[in-house]
């Protein structure tokens, strides 16, 4: 069955930098890909969306890719500042029958160090 | 509402209690999930509604949970007989039309079961 891997459980990094966070999943693309941001103690928040014949999205510092041959999307925060800190969640439809199951990764926890 | 409701907020039960959490969309939002999210750990699909109906029930962990969702708007998650693995927090989320428009979250139900 169709699986949604976060690429680590934490990733540090310095103020400034650029933070790179991986989703892959297993089997067939998605028509489209979510992204998410949860804080501690509160439900998640979206972010961006992605559909497969977008390579490329963005928003204020955000970019996500989409590479349905890689089956991969790539979460991009330029500038990252403290208050990035987070844990980011990609959410697809895992049937690949255009159902509407939207199921999350684990998430990857980043922490942005000033 | 300006938002999706989620009530009670938090809820200490005894094992082997029936209770029942409650999910209030945002208005107009067709699509109805519910996730449980144990401490630290990622997002578990539980259900969806499209409407009143549940063409997906596999992600409900046993027969003693059950959901419904009566006008297409107000959804009840009930779980009986609680165990104290059903200890987590309840996420309810809506969206306008499903998995590829973005879905609004709930701030959850913390259920503990003692």
């Known amino acids: 069955s169709q699986k949604i891997e976060q690429n680590s459980e934490a990733l540090n990094i310095q103020e400034g930098k650029t933070a790179t966070l991986t989703c892959n999943y297993t089997?067939?693309?998605?028509?489209?890909l979510q992204w998410y941001r949860q804080d501690p103690g509160r439900g998640p928040v979206f972010l961006l969306l992605?559909?497969?014949?977008?390579k490329e999205k963005r928003k204020e510092r955000l970019k996500v890719t989409f590479d349905t041959t890689l089956k991969q999307s790539l979460f991009h925060i330029t500038a990252s500042q403290p208050a990035d800190s987070a844990t980011y969640l990609c959410?697809?439809?895992?049937?690949?029958?255009?159902?509407?199951?939207?199921?999350f990764g684990k998430g990857t926890k980043l922490s942005v160090i000033p | 509402g300006a938002g999706v409701s989620q009530s009670p907020s938090n809820k200490v039960t005894e094992k082997g209690k029936d209770v029942e959490l409650r999910c209030d969309p945002i208005?107009?939002?067709?699509?109805l999930y519910w996730y449980r999210q144990s401490l630290g750990q990622g997002l578990e699909f539980l259900i969806y509604f499209q409407g009143n109906s549940a063409p997906d029930k596999s992600g409900l962990p046993s027969d003693r949970f059950s959901a419904e969702r009566t006008g297409g708007s107000v959804s009840t998650l009930t779980i009986q007989r609680t165990q104290q693995e059903d200890s987590a927090v309840y996420l309810c989320?809506?969206?306008?039309?499903?998995?590829?428009?973005?879905?609004?979250f709930g701030q959850g139900t913390r259920l503990t079961v003692v």
């Open positions: 208005s107009g939002h067709t699509a």
């Open positions: 989320a809506s969206s306008s039309q499903g998995w590829n428009t973005e879905a609004f």
């Open positions: 992605i559909r497969e014949n977008e």
């Open positions: 089997n067939y693309s998605p028509a489209y």
């Open positions: 959410a697809l439809d895992i049937t690949g029958a255009g159902s509407y199951q939207l199921t």
